[in-house]
């Protein structure tokens, strides 16, 4: 007899990075996580949630990644720290994408 084997959902996590605009070359900085807020994943994060990371891996050791996808390099981080707000992060996009989002200047997330 044979079984079937059903593969575990595909889980996605999606952020609401709260940055202004992407510079011609792709960089931009703002809050991957705001602190004691209900995020789109109806988590709480305090802070303190991100230093052990920040202090292991550092920026350069996090990857940026599209949703959460290790297959799915976007970019990579330049710095990123927690303050009294939340988790501040500034990075570069990758050239390919970022030409798309500097075509349409304003606000990301009115998008």
Not at 25 to 40: E, H, K
Not at 41 to 60: K, L, M
Not at 72 to 91: K, N, S, T
């Amino acid at each position: 007899m044979m079984r079937k084997i059903i593969p575990a959902p595909d889980e996605r996590k999606f952020s609401m990075l709260d940055i202004e605009q992407v510079e011609g070359d792709g960089t931009f900085c703002g809050y991957a996580s705001l602190f004691g807020r209900i995020d789109l994943g109806q988590d709480v994060v305090e802070r303190g949630a991100f230093a052990e990371s920040i202090t292991q891996r550092g920026a350069g050791g996090i990857r940026m990644l599209f949703q959460h996808d290790p297959n799915q390099p976007i970019g990579a981080w330049q710095a990123i720290r927690e303050d009294d707000r939340g988790l501040f992060v500034r990075g570069r996009l990758a050239s390919e994408l970022a030409l798309p989002l500097i075509r349409y200047p304003g606000p990301l997330r009115a998008r």
